[in-house]
């Protein structure tokens, strides 16, 4: 049964599973989990009534799971998933322009070797991504400018010592346990907010985005039981502090655990962060080991004030107020029916547009558009 606290449901669209959405002006971008399905374009000018404006597949093998926009530019992953595939196809990012967003037309494909590109950040300009790269364990930081869509151009690359293998470097001997690999990098100004995995995370400076330098790192180096899935700064507090979310993911355990969690940590230092709080939704069992995503996904990557939207797994939306980053507390949720044929939701993704209305993906099956009376 539906829960809805502070929040109501405006429309819905019925639609394959998503990875991740994201809106730019009055166009939803949905970025689906399984091949055929790539990318969906919906007109939400009427978000009661959303209207599909184009489609793009994606091979058998492969998927898109991933979308940003911003000045007219779509960029999309592709990314291995395992079994047979198109023999023709590589991993790495399409870049397409969407001034018509009915007509999103092909600039480029970018491609990489391997597994292809995970997750990213867009700014119009950069585009930091997360690739697997030829002579490198796991994927690693690299930046792309695509100020000329048509000849998208590496500018800059870091890694997490070890993964250079074909430069020498001794990859650490427990691999197997506790891939390295980097998951998601997020631009905050100056300053690459990057997800490890089960390594942690990694904050860098890119005011020279040819030359990534580190400023901190914060490995967990297998201490917890859960990988670090996004790393994404709040706006700053009236005292001038700084606070950063960082989302543990309720997958890849490296043992038995109760479901993941977040973490709040002060960053005002830069170089020193420090965790000052931890959030986990009301009435989940701390203690006992459940089920893979039962507990947090992801917060959105949009903010708008100090009430995050994060998707948290089988408990669908949670909006949680930061206003006091050392007090979080939840002041909304909306958690959905699951879809047709599943026992329970899998809420993926969120995000938020310029209206306040909330767009919540689930990774089986539809999304919902979630208004609320905290923004």
Known sequence: ?????????????????????????????????????????????????????????????????????????????????????????????????????????????????????HRYDFDGRFAYISPTVE??????????????????REVGRWWAPGQWRAGGEDYPADEAALSMRCHHPLRFGDRLHVSYWHHGFFILDIADPSRPVLIAEHDNGGKRAHPTHSCVVLPETQDGRRAMIVAEEDVAKLWPAPPAGVTLYDITEPAAPAPISSFQVAGLDADTPQPAMTGCHQPSERLNGSVVPFAWFAQGLRLVDLTDPARPSEVGRYVPDPPDGFERVCSNDVTIDSRGLVYLADRQAGVDIVGTSVY
Request: hydrophobic share 40%.
């Open 135 to 152: 002579g490198y364990v796991g994927n690693i930081v690299m930046i792309l400018d695509l100020s000329d869509p048509a000849n998208p």
């Open 1 to 117: 049964m539906v829960e809805a606290v502070n929040t109501r449901l405006i429309g819905h669209i019925d639609c394959p599973g998503g990875g991740q959405v994201w809106v730019d002006g009055e166009t939803l971008y949905v970025g689906h989990m399984r091949a055929p399905h790539g990318t969906s374009i919906y007109d939400v000018a009427d978000p009661a009534s959303p209207r599909l404006l184009a489609s793009l597949e994606m091979p058998a093998g492969w998927h898109s799971h991933k979308v940003r926009v911003a000045d007219g530019l779509m960029i999309v992953n592709h990314e291995r998933t395992g079994g047979a595939e198109a023999a023709d196809f590589t991993g790495g990012l399409g870049i397409y322009d969407v001034t018509d967003p009915a007509n999103p037309r092909l600039a480029a494909k970018w491609p990489t070797a391997g597994k292809g590109v």
